[in-house]
Every structure is written in structure tokens, then in C-alpha cells.
């Protein structure tokens, strides 16, 4: 049987790929330490899990849902964002989801035509450039600038008739850095000048390490911007609960609309034992996510200075948020003959037993990711082994 070309057209996972690779590893025995995670190594917190068991217990979650998500629940993203945003929306604005992956695939859906382009600002998140073919959309790479970030002026050189969207993700992964507020004015307000719609991807926004918390999210940018802004979050890497699949969007009405009208052809609704848990999660202590928080800042604190000490590792900026790390690794190539950050990546994980993530598979060639939501001891035999590494032929 011949599969579809949309179907054959998308690239499997990198980071999923690497992660399997590592475990095959394991599995024969290899010490190897895994820094290709993107969850957090946190158990989700006790409290959660016991306001869901006793939602189950309750014969609260054993039926379908509105497709958009319990009300509760969207009252409580709805009060989550007054009161750490200062933004105001109605909890109809927001659509619950499968993970925020499947809020940015039906986004993708709902918005493109074929031949639609995206912009991506690189580096970006693997699944943007996939879930925007598997649309019909032409996703749009935009190289950044030096500082990894973008400006209104490379998006300005890739926008054309045909650009519906920008996807932008702050903090981002891979690289950890943060767009400050002034930055993601600019872009925002560039994005309204070409009327199109902006997919603010905040996933991380609570996870910021050195500055100001939560990082600024796009809704609170006036209102220009925000009606021109679906943003995009869930409960996975703040809460601990990557398990659980539970992410959400918010926008304008017509798009949460037609966003729902979507769904409840595709998931009907999100899990309703996960929305308990997610409701437990935005309602309940937000202590756990402050201890988390607190956990990943001192890994980064211990790891940072040893990654820029690495032979021909280049890491101009110290990330201020999310868990990775994504230095050039040019001059580290150089050094081992090796040309492709494939090559490299493999190298890496055969020889010093340390599972990265290639850059390719983020628009970024010549770097790699480094994810810390692994413990400090693992994390510091990791840096070890690279040092290791690099020095020996
Ligand atoms: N957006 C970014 C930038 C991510 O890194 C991830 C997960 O790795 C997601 C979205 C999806 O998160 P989830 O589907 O677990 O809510």
C-alpha cells in the first residue's frame, strides 16, 4: 500500500529518536546518561495526584467532556493568567487540549490553507515545521541573528503575500534564551503591520532561571497584538506532567471557535481525568513548582560555566529559561574531524555515553541541545565525560 504523501513527507522526531537510541543502549548494558529528556526528571507533585484519585473515586472523570474542556477548568487558565499576567479573557477563549503539541497541530489545521506559509524563527521547535506540512503549509525557516533570537528585520526578508503565521517560542526551546518584553513587542507589532497571526508558544514561561517571572507573554502586549495572538501553554513542563496531556490555547473567539469545532472531530475532548489533574495543578500550592524551578536553576548555575569550559563548545548567552543548553559546536567538530553535528552527536553518545540532540533537527545546524532535567550527579559525570571527550583523539 502506497502511504500518503503528507504522511511520507514528515520527518519522525529527533529528540524521540535519540532518546530511543540512548534506552537501546541501556538496555545492552551502557552507563549512559541521558541529556536528550525534554520532561521535566520530576515526579508530578503529591498534591495533584491526590485531588485526581479522588476525582476518579468521586465518579467525576468517567464520561466525555465538552470538547473545549471542563469550565473549571477554563476559568481557572482564565484566573491563572490574571493573576500572573494581568491579562483578561473569558474561559471561552480557551480550548483545552491533548498537550499543547495538539493545540499547535489543530491551530495548524484551523488557520492554513495549502501553500500558506509559516514563519519559524530558528532555532524551533521540532514539531512546527511537521505539523504545519501536515497542513498543507510551507513552513518558513528564519535564520536568526547572533544572539539566536530574531527581529522584525530577518522576519521582514521572509515575509511574503503567501505568509499567514508566525510561530514564536519564548523561552525557547531549544536554546533556553527568553525574548524580553521590548523584543517581543517588536515582532509583535511587526506581525500586526502584515495582519498575520501569531502562535505564542509559553510552554515554559514558568520555568525562568536569573529574571523576571513568569517570563512576559505576548496576550499582555496591548491589544493589537493580542487579538492578533492564539497563546499556546499546559500544565507538562510547569507541573511536572508530560503524562498527562493536557495543554491549551487561547485567542479570539472565532478561531477558539473553529478550533473546537475541529477537536470534536479529532479528540472529542482532552482526557477528563487529566483536566481534574490539571485543575488540581492551576488551583492548588504552587509551591512544587517553585521548589522545580528552584532545582533546574541551580543545575543550570552548576552547568553552565562547565559547558563554556568544554574544547570548542560556544555558548555566548547564559540561558534564562526552560532546561536546555544549546552551544555551537563548530570548533568541537573541528577538533574530532567530524562534519556533521549527526556525526558528532553519535560520536558523543558511542564514545563518552552522553545522549544530546542534534541542532539539525531545530533549523540549527552546528549546535546541539543539552537538556538538564536530569539530576546534578548525572548532569556533573556528564560534563565530565565531555571534557573527557574532547581532550583525547
Ligand atoms: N512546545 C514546546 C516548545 C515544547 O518543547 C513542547 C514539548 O516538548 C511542547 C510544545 C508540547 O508540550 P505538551 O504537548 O507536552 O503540552
Known sequence: MQLAKRALAVQPSATLKTGQRAQE????????????VGQPDFPTPTAIKDATVAAIRANQVDGYTATAGILPLRQAVADHLKATQHVTVAPEQVVVTTGAKLALYALCQVVLDPGDAVLLPAPYWVSYS???????????????????????????????????AIILNSPQNPSGLVYTPAELRAIGEWA?????????????????????????????????????????????????MTGWRIGYAVGPQALMTALTTVLSHVTGNAAAVSQ????????????????????????????????????????????QGAFYLFPDVSGAMARKG????ADFVAAVLDQAHVAVVTGEAFGLPHHIRLSYATDLASLQEAMARLQTFMTTD
Not at 25 to 36: F, K, Q, T, Y
Not at 209 to 233: C, E, F, K, W
Open 276 to 319: 481534574a489533574a490539571a485543575l488540581a495543578a492551576l488551583t492548588g500550592d504552587q509551591a512544587p513548582v517553585e521548589q522545580m524551578r528552584a532545582a533546574f536553576q541551580t543545575r543550570l548555575d552548576t552547568i553552565y560555566p562547565l559547558v563554556t569550559a568544554l574544547p570548542g563548545f560556544r555558548l555566548d548567552h547564559k540561558p
Open 338 to 341: 567530524l562534519t556533521t553535528t
Open 130 to 164: 511537521e505539523q504545519v506540512k501536515l497542513a498543507g503549509g510551507v513552513p518558513i525557516e528564519v535564520a536568526p541573528t547572533a544572539s539566536l533570537k530574531v527581529t522584525p528585520t530577518q522576519l521582514e526578508a521572509a515575509v511574503t503575500p503567501a505568509t499567514k
Open 25 to 36: 543502549l541501556r538496555d545492552a548494558g551502557v552507563d549512559v546518561i541521558n541529556l536528550s
Open 192 to 240: 500586526v503591520s502584515h495582519d498575520l497571526l501569531i502562535v505564542a508558544d509559553e510552554i515554559y514561561g514558568d520555568l525562568i532561571y536569573d529574571g523576571q517571572r513568569p517570563a512576559t507573554s505576548m496576550l499582555t502586549l496591548g491589544d493589537d497584538i493580542a487579538s492578533h495572538t492564539v497563546l499556546v501553554n499546559g500544565v507538562s513542563k510547569t507541573y511536572a
